[in-house]
């Protein structure tokens, strides 16, 4: 089990940009797959995007496409989510959530349903808003 701690998230007027980070500890990152999720009020948490443990593979849900970025800094530990163009749509509480490579490696789910993790963070704010 990993423990992972997301920050970066605020209040932006539509149209602005925010880079949410997601620190992983107790592991090496290299070993995982990240996936960033959302959550608005009232709504099921959605997946936004996935980066791959082994391949740099990515995938993005339609909604974000062109917009968001996902990236890795393995020495780092961490993962990014770079967020342009934001939308009031986008307002939702975001979160990251792993999962060990070997469970990655013999998945055939959907990298972005929330079935696919066990390990999350406490999640991040953003909120979308003139």
């Known amino acids: 089990q990993v423990e992972l701690v997301e920050s970066g998230g605020g209040l932006v007027q539509p149209g602005g940009s925010l880079r949410l980070s997601c620190v992983l500890s107790?592991?090496?990152?290299?070993?995982?797959?990240i996936g960033w999720f959302r959550q608005a009020p009232g709504k099921e948490r959605e997946g936004v995007s996935w980066a791959s443990s082994r391949d740099g593979s990515t995938k993005y849900a339609d909604s974000v496409k062109g917009r968001f970025t996902i990236s890795r800094d393995n020495a780092k530990n961490t993962v990014y989510l770079q967020m342009n163009s934001l939308e009031p749509e986008d307002t939702a509480v975001y979160y990251c959530?792993?999962?060990?490579?070997?469970?990655?490696?013999?998945?055939?789910?959907?990298?972005?349903?929330?079935?696919?993790?066990?390990?999350w963070g406490q999640g991040t704010q953003v909120t979308v808003s003139s």
């Open positions: 959530a792993a999962v060990h490579r070997i469970i990655e490696y013999g998945s055939t789910g959907d990298p972005l349903s929330p079935s696919e993790y066990f390990d």
């Open positions: 107790g592991g090496i990152l290299n070993y995982y797959a």
